[in-house]
């Protein structure tokens, strides 16, 4: 919606009627094709759940290559295997598109701030033009390198996401259950050498951090189930250059439990719910 604040027009498809519903209720027009959504425009922007999806959406008989503009700017923004758009970017440029991957960092509350960093692979003069747009979004834009290399920043911010958040949750359980006031514990890590993002803007203890997701009931957060994606595409991606990743497979494992006891649906600092014993299986 931050792109409609700057006066860009948007039209937009999702499968999810809800979705467009409440997009609409925003001032983005609705289509009822990704063929329909990206006919006559001159950027494409895209955000989508895996690797499969991102491809059928690209390279599909109704998709984004055979149907957008010849001239047309292409944005992935989503959080895939870097080989995916190394896949869609040759095609890309064989149809006369330009193509960027440029995953983004941010979540919920970043993309209704317009706070959100975006990191991108692909040709630098793709990524120039991409600029007012992104800037429209986001505080942060940051050019990696060659097509495929702002999913490489990305799964690695991830990653470190992940394990930053499942040690913070792990030590504030401790020290709470050791009987130190959450409030204090909390604040002296935000004064001391432990100071990260976990624990000055996302701390998973409920009611420490008003604007965190814990303190709303880990709901619209980022989703654990999208942790262990992104943390199994890290995963990959390590095993294929052979990458040591002690925590980040720790972290993966962690978070895969919460999953598989049916909370997937919430935020991955709900992390903290398990390491204090008080979840079970749905």
């Not at 990524?127 to 992104?134: A, G």
Request: with cysteine; charged share 20%.
């Amino acid at each position: 919606m931050a792109a409609l604040k700057k006066g860009f027009n948007v039209r937009g498809y999702d499968p999810s009627k809800e979705t467009l519903t409440a997009a609409a209720k925003n001032g983005v027009t609705s289509a009822n094709s990704i063929a329909a959504a990206v006919d006559g425009v001159d950027v494409v922007v895209s955000i989508l759940p895996s690797n499969k999806v991102v491809l059928e959406a690209y390279l599909g008989k109704d998709g984004v290559i055979d149907h957008a503009p010849k001239g047309s700017l292409l944005i992935d923004s989503s959080t895939v295997d870097p080989n995916v758009p190394k896949q869609i970017h040759p095609v890309s440029l064989e149809k006369g598109k330009g193509f960027i991957d440029a995953p983004v960092s941010g979540g919920v509350m970043g993309a209704q701030n317009a706070t959100l960093a975006f990191m991108a692979g692909g040709r630098k003069q793709d990524f120039d033009r991409s600029l007012p747009l992104l800037e429209s979004m986001g505080a942060k834009q940051f050019h990696c390198g060659e097509i495929g290399s702002g999913q490489v920043a990305k799964l690695a911010n991830n990653m470190l996401m992940g394990i930053t958040g499942m040690a913070t949750a792990e030590c504030m359980n401790m020290g709470i259950k050791m009987g130190l006031d959450p409030q204090v514990l909390l604040d002296v890590l935000n004064n001391s050498s432990a100071r990260s993002w976990s624990t000055e803007v996302y701390c998973p203890v409920p009611g420490l951090v008003p604007t965190a997701p814990s303190s709303r009931n880990y709901d619209n957060g980022f989703k654990n189930e999208l942790m262990v994606k992104d943390l199994e595409l890290a995963s990959q991606m390590a095993l294929g250059i052979r990458s040591p990743i002690p925590l980040g497979a720790v972290a993966t494992q962690l978070y895969r439990v919460v999953q598989s006891r049916g909370y997937g649906e919430k935020d991955f600092s709900f992390i903290y719910q398990l390491l204090k014993n008080e979840i079970a299986k749905k």
